[in-house]
């Protein structure tokens, strides 16, 4: 399995999973909250443009999932195209964004913009992408983009600048930061150029507790570069890799069923992970919880004998059954001993 291929696969299980949820993990729980978040990201996109966009203009997004934010800027240009790396994505986005003439989805290679002739857009944007994909994807994206963009035509470039960070290449979901040097240089590689670097500046005394910024930078194309020639992706070492963010946030996702009134989902959420990642033993644990939570007693003692099965050297997971099989034991004898004085 080559990274394109494992990007599909990982996207796709994600968007069969809640699809609104692994876009904008805050802003998911109804189509209204959601539709709201992409009114707002497209807002901060026209105003960072300041006066420089133009209605006749053809626009591209990259990593467009099912169109959150193609739908708001529908009104503002002539033609919008989306493409995302996962099927799963795309097929939804056909439904959401029904409505939408002027805007069309398709499912790409999560590496190149091979569809797109060269200069068929006026401005490129990318939201929340860019930062999952590794270092070496986003270098082809650059290249492609240069290629897309016509003459003098923009980038806006959503991607957390600070502090380096990176992730293992098998990690589709973990976030990657950028330091601004390390951008401006690939930029440069690609033909293009920030518009106005002092907002960088600004951006540089970045807050390391805030490490995301969501902000749009807006890129100029100066010069038309040479195509990349064609990548050969190499096979993956470890195409089974699970990324840590992948299980905190369907960790995330079942405690808020849980709290939204929707045990049993989230119970099933993390059946599911557990059984796909039995490694994965806070997972194991949470699980063992909502069933308490849900009043499962049995089913909480039978999946943490699972865990310790698994993992006989886990010591929390030890401590925590016995503490769940004394809980239960006293639980059982205090319900016996009330039956009793019942039929008393
Ligand atoms: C967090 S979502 C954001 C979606 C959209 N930009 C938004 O803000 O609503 C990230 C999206 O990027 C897509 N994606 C991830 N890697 C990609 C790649 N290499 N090429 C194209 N799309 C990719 C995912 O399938 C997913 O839909």
Request: glycine share 4%.
């Amino acid at each position: 399995m080559n990274i394109s291929e494992k990007m599909k696969q990982d996207w796709d299980e994600r968007a069969q999973h809640h699809a609104r949820f692994w876009i904008a993990t805050e802003n998911y729980q109804t189509e209204e909250v959601f539709e709201q978040s992409g009114r707002a990201t497209a807002q901060a996109l026209i105003e960072s443009l300041t006066d420089l966009h133009r209605p006749s203009w053809n626009v591209l997004d990259i990593g467009c999932g099912i169109g959150r934010v193609l739908k708001p800027l529908a009104k503002h240009f002539h033609t919008l195209a989306g493409i995302d790396v996962s099927s799963t994505m795309i097929a939804q986005s056909k439904t959401w964004l029904a409505d939408h003439p002027n805007i069309t989805t398709s499912e790409n290679s999560g590496v190149d913009l091979r569809e797109f002739k060269n200069e068929s857009f006026n401005l490129v944007y990318s939201y929340v992408a860019f930062q999952h994909m590794p270092r070496t994807v986003f270098d082809q994206y650059l290249r492609e983009i240069n290629r897309v963009l016509s003459p003098e035509g923009y980038l806006a470039l959503q991607l957390p600048i600070g502090p380096y960070f990176d992730v293992p290449i098998e990690d589709t979901i973990g976030i990657r930061s950028y330091t601004f040097q390390e951008i401006e240089q690939k930029l440069r590689n690609n033909g293009l150029a920030f518009l106005d670097d002092s907002r960088i500046h600004h951006n540089n005394s970045i807050n390391i507790n805030q490490p995301f910024d969501h902000r749009f930078h807006i890129i100029k194309k100066i010069k038309t570069v040479k195509p990349a020639p064609k990548v050969q992706w190499v096979q993956l070492e470890r195409p089974q890799h699970t990324s840590a963010l992948d299980m905190h946030l369907y960790e995330t996702y079942a405690d808020n069923c849980a709290k939204m009134g929707n045990p049993h989902e989230g119970i099933q959420t993390l059946q599911d992970l557990v059984q796909r990642n039995p490694k994965h033993l806070s997972g194991w644990l949470r699980l063992a919880a909502l069933l308490l939570e849900d009043g499962q007693v049995q089913q909480a003692v039978t999946t943490l004998e699972e865990l310790t099965a698994l993992h006989p050297r886990y010591q929390e997971g030890k401590v925590t059954l016995q503490q769940l099989l004394a809980r239960h034991q006293r639980e059982s004898s205090t319900s016996q001993e009330e039956k009793k004085q019942f039929s008393c």
